[in-house]
């Protein structure tokens, strides 16, 4: 069985510049979630996908916008970059019926 | 509003000392209390679901249990490799997963 994989493991960016982030979810997941952890900080929801659409989102501003692919796995987009979105980026996969989500190892995102 | 909080922020063990770390939630209608372990620069990785109040579950040195307001782990006799990040979680509306900000764990040989 296959974990949570992510591309790349690491990116700097300058600021205004757009960036995407991508996630291969784990062998029979349907649900893809993606989260940012700030240093020191627990990860914080951005959005959900399934079935190739947005189902949930936390309070990111539009410029955050991912894709998911009939094969599941999914892309984070994030245009304009700020200094702020400096984080790891992490995705999260489950299956539709159950609550427990598998993470990957992260992106890591500097912006300059 | 519905939210995790973790105590303590960091907390410093000798090898062999037990300890707890705890997870309090206000969120209504609780569907899972999740915890995690993340290492530096890591992913999280899952540990225990706990779903009611009462129940317990065991891996290894760390046990979680669940009250209907927090949630503790309970280490016993920790080792230098159980020194990360803890993590607990717990669903809210829209799909949201809301995390505690966790707990550094870091034992001494």
């Known amino acids: 069985e296959t974990g949570v994989t992510q591309s790349p493991t690491h990116l700097i960016k300058t600021r205004g510049q757009q960036v995407t982030l991508r996630c291969s979810s784990q062998s029979g997941h349907n649900t893809v979630s993606w989260y940012q952890q700030a240093l020191g900080q627990g990860p914080q929801f951005i959005f959900q996908?399934?079935?190739?659409?947005?189902?949930g989102r936390g309070n990111f501003p539009p410029r955050f916008s991912g894709l998911q692919f009939p094969n599941y796995s999914s892309e984070l987009n994030v245009n304009a970059l700020e200094l702020d979105d400096s984080a790891l980026y992490l995705c999260?996969?489950?299956?539709?019926?159950?609550?427990?989500?598998?993470f990957g190892p992260g992106t890591r995102l500097l912006v300059l | 509003e519905d939210q995790v909080t973790q105590s303590p922020e960091a907390l410093r063990l000798q090898e062999g000392e037990s300890s707890s770390l705890n997870c309090s939630y206000t969120?209504?209608?609780?569907?899972?209390l999740f915890w995690y372990r993340q290492d530096p620069g890591k992913g999280p990785e899952f540990l225990f679901t706990?779903?009611?109040a009462g129940e317990e579950k065991e891996k290894e040195r760390l046990k979680a249990t669940l009250t209907k307001k927090e949630s503790f782990l309970h280490i016993t006799a920790p080792k230098p490799e159980d020194s990360a990040t803890y993590l607990c979680?717990?669903?809210?509306?829209?799909?949201?997963?809301?995390f505690g900000a966790g707990t550094r764990l870091t034992v001494k040989p």
């Open positions: 996908y399934y079935r190739e659409e947005e189902n």
């Open positions: 979680a717990v669903p809210y509306n829209n799909n949201d997963m809301r």
């Open positions: 969120v209504s209608g609780l569907r899972g």
């Open positions: 999260a996969s489950r299956d539709r019926g159950q609550e427990t989500q598998y």
């Open positions: 706990l779903y009611s």
